[in-house]
């Protein structure tokens, strides 16, 4: 079972950037899907962005051009920097890991978001964007 730890959220305004961070403890092994997730009160938890590492990164449409997942494989962690952040990204911040690639739609490269899909998360991170 992974461990992981989110870190970096904060208040911000309007248009600033942030970056948040998931360490992992544990061997996410030579394939792994590590995903971000976001919850807003009242809503489910929706998914932001996912890294396969040997497959292609996914993002949400509500995020794509503005969030980009990465990994630093040396510190054995995800990060998740986020730019030009809007009201409507205030949520709980949520670091997922799977030790199989990240699932996908049938037969499309489509990443299915399932929460479901990942047996090990963290506690969480708070951003809140706010003028």
Request: net charge positive.
């Amino acid at each position: 079972q992974l461990q992981l730890v989110e870190s970096g959220g904060a208040s911000v305004q309007p248009g600033m950037n942030l970056r948040l961070s998931c360490a992992v403890t544990g061997n996410l092994g030579n394939r792994h899907c590590v995903a971000w997730f976001r919850k807003a009160p009242g809503n489910k938890r929706r998914p932001v962005a996912a890294l396969d590492n040997v497959g292609p990164t996914s993002y949400a449409d509500s995020v794509k051009g503005r969030f980009t997942i990465f990994e630093d494989n040396a510190k054995n962690s995800v990060h998740l920097q986020m730019k030009n952040l809007q009201p409507e990204d205030t949520a709980m911040y949520f670091c997922a890991a799977s030790q199989r690639a990240c699932a996908y739609v049938a037969s499309t490269p489509i990443w299915a978001g399932e929460p479901a899909d990942f047996p090990d998360w963290g506690k969480g991170t708070q951003v809140t964007v706010s003028s």
